[in-house]
């Protein structure tokens, strides 16, 4: 490491991080410069950004049509307060791009600045919806346990990750907790003859059933699972809990602030499975990282609610940044370059060659399961692939190996993560599964 970059990471002490431990971020890569799938180092360090930032640099690093649309929208008008009697044009053709892009049937979009606030505003909306309806006894919020869902107050109890509740407790009223589709490992109780995604669905039944469907506003699903684990689910779970959604009027929420703009192989990631929710929560790849953008989508019958409220029912709810200039105008820019490079079916052509070159890689004895969708992938490390004992040990030493290879990962807990941009080629795919091999080879040695 260079005189400088030690200078760097003396200084960096001056912020505090994410998700925060003096010993997690104790030698942080001082990253300077990114071009397409690659960042580089002030110490000189070439590395492949396997994880595209946080899962959201989809168009990949260093694009000059996004600095341009930044610039030149920076220059005419920054931003502008979209509170009562005031609009802007990127947030109006943004939200007109965005109308049924997602699903048929969302036609509005309100903005927020990230995925946290777009979650903490669809727990919102369903309250609202809810007492619109007369029913405000409905504020109650099934998630599922392994679940990410942001860092707002809201946000942390939904999430199903229990070391972000720890330091933060009590938890608000009103958030529970039912098992994943999680088809190497389901915690659940699984019936004679039940598949795991009839099993997943039943426990939201019963969750329902037991809360009291007269208590339950949402419920919210990540299509595919995150920071959880990269969790694909089994065909049959998500039409089932679309229609116990159904049944018991609870709004189907989805985050799909990773699976959004293609990450998965479709534009949105619960096509897979052609059905579609009530609510979506986006961010991320909405502007490919290069501003912090998110949003809602809410269904037309939602919509309508807030039309016919009277003055004391007024959606008491936006940002200083709900819908802010410069970030809308590279959304916008970020989307026509998706559209143009097409972006879902390279997930998919891409992501074939990236599942079928990690698969290669379960001859280790502690690659316990490979799985993802599209450009999203897990690798998960086990210390006995027959009794699958999670390995986070080993996952750590594979994702420090990696690094000193040149290639970022993400570990998460004993599963290592890869979403890459969208914008990557062949070989850098094949990179991808050299460097790990190689990383995992010298982790068998040692
Ligand atoms: C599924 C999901 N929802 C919500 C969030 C929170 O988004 P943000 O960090 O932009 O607040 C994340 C962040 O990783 C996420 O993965």
Redesign the pocket.
Known sequence: MTDQTTAWIEKDKKQLHPVYHPKSHANPLVVERGEGVWLYTADGQKILDGMAG??NVNAGYGREELAKAAYDQMKELAFTSNFSGMTNLPSIKLAEKLAGFAYEGLNTTFFTS????S?DSAFKTARYYWKRKGKPGKYKVIARKGS????TLT?TFATGLEKYHAMFGPAPEGFVHIPAPNPYRYEGELKPGETIGQAAARALEEAILHEGADTVAAFIA?PVM??GGVIVPPADYFPLVRAICDKYGVLFIA?E??TGFGRTGEWFALKHWGVKPDIL?F??AITSGYAQL?GIQISDEIRETMETATESEAFMHGYTYSGHAMACAVGLKNLEIMERENYPARAKELGKRLFDGLKTLTEFPFVGDVRGLGLVYGVEIVSNKETKAADPATAMRIFKAAQERGLRSRPLGNTLAFAPPLSINEEEVDEIIKRLGAAMDSVSVN
């Open positions: 946080l899962w990230g995925g946290s606030e979650n990410y869902h942001g860092v946000a990540e995150g920071v985050d602030v990773i929560s961010a991320k998110g």
